[in-house]
Structure formats: C-alpha cells, structure tokens
C-alpha cells in the first residue's frame, strides 16, 4: 500500500523560475509534513515543514502549500537557482509507534535540476 | 560538532559475507533509525530503536540485524540473508517527541 505519492519524478527548470512539487497521502493520522532535500552521495536534511492548523508556510523562496481536504501537500521553489539542484523528498508522518518517536514515510523522491 | 557520523563512506563485499554498517551520534537523541535507498525508491525503513536495549523491525528488515547497546551507538550488520545488498544506506536520530529526523552521510554498499 502506498501511502505517499510524490510527483513528478523529475523537474527540469530554467534559472529563476518556479519549480513545484507534490505529494498526496493517505493516511489522515499525519500531523507533520516536511519536505527534506538531498544532494547527489549526501544524507537528506530537513528543508521545510508544516503543520495541518496553516495553509501555507515561506521560508525564503520555498513556501510548503497545505491542503487538508485533498490530503495533498506542495513545495514550491521561487527564482530557482542551479544550487537547487537536488532530490526532493516529502516525508509526512505521525507517532505510529506511540512510545514518542516518529517513522518517517518518504515519497519516491523527485529530481530537481535548474539549468542556467 | 553535533551530528552523526557514518562509516565507512564505500563498503565492498563479496558476496556471502555479512558486513556491519557503524552508525555514531553525539545528539544525545533517544531515537535512531537505519533507511535503505535504492534508486527511484525513496527511503525505506530497515529498523529503528526508540530506547537503549530496543529496537523494531521497519518494513523490510528481512536479512538485516542491528544492536543498541549504547546510546549513540546503533550498529547495522547486513547478513548473507539479504538477497539484494547493494544500496546506500542511511541512519538518521530524532529526539523523542519531535519529529524532525537527522540524517549521516551514508555508506554506500556494494556486493559483488
């Protein structure tokens, strides 16, 4: 069963556009919905996240879009830059195991490259 | 400096043999984790341990083990078992109650 569908796999974007990527999920016990980022032989590292009591959150030119009705999360990168480049991943998640730590459940990942 | 440290960087291994993934964090977190990545897979869950002297199976701990005798310590050994060993893999903490997860640089395995 999957439960994080991410899209698109890859994106290709100009230097300074917008690039946008999406997830939908399932499971409606998620309570905390990050975005991670991860370069080419590195360890995904935590971009942004939201919690379901906002719409929307900016941190500089990413902003997380949060639609709870649809089940369906966003991130959207403005005046994209080639150090962008990356592997994007949304990871929402809920205490599953009840004991206070959290199980990540990561989409498949999608390829961002900004061409200058 | 605070964070977690993988080691080795690249592992070889000849088929056959186990071979244990060193996974070190001075975060003083209570939770840690060990994910696989395959290409076009995103991140898998292998185990994870929320305690000292405790740890969970994730969703494909089939042919893997792991130990938590210390805190900062969380060791993955790849055994023969595992059909299919060749990956990155990757252990991450999270302090208990919050959800944000830090991640090592990885090991990337490859058996031949």
């Known amino acids: 069963q999957q439960q994080v569908k991410q899209s698109p796999q890859s994106l290709i974007v100009q230097k300074g556009g917008i690039s946008i990527i999406n997830c939908a999920y399932e499971?409606?016990?998620?309570?905390?919905f990050p975005w991670y980022q991860q370069f080419p032989g590195k360890g995904p590292a935590l971009l942004i996240a939201?919690?379901?009591?906002?719409s929307e959150k900016k941190e500089g030119r990413f902003t997380i879009s949060f639609n709870k009705s649809a089940k369906q999360f966003s991130l959207h990168i403005m005046d994209s830059q080639p150090g962008d480049s990356a592997t994007y991943f949304c990871a929402p998640l809920g205490a599953y195991s009840g004991a206070g730590s959290y199980q990540l459940t990561f989409g498949k990942g999608t390829k961002l490259s900004v061409i200058p | 400096d605070g964070g977690i440290t993988q080691s080795p960087k690249y592992l070889f291994r000849k088929e056959g043999q186990n071979v244990t993934l060193s996974c070190e964090q001075n975060l003083n977190h209570d939770a840690m984790y060990w994910y696989r990545q395959d290409p076009g897979q995103g991140l898998r869950l292998i185990y994870y341990s929320q305690i000292v002297n405790d740890f969970q199976k994730g969703d494909i701990a089939e042919g893997y083990s792991v130990s938590r005798e210390k805190k900062e310590s969380f060791p993955l050994t790849v055994t023969s078992a595992q059909k299919n060993p060749t990956a990155f893999y990757l252990c991450?903490?999270?302090?208990?109650?919050?959800?944000?997860?830090?991640f090592g640089q990885g090991t990337r395995l490859t058996v031949v």
């Open positions: 991450a903490s999270s302090e208990t109650g919050t959800p944000e997860a830090f």
């Open positions: 939201i919690r379901p009591d906002v």
């Open positions: 499971n409606t016990a998620f309570d905390y």
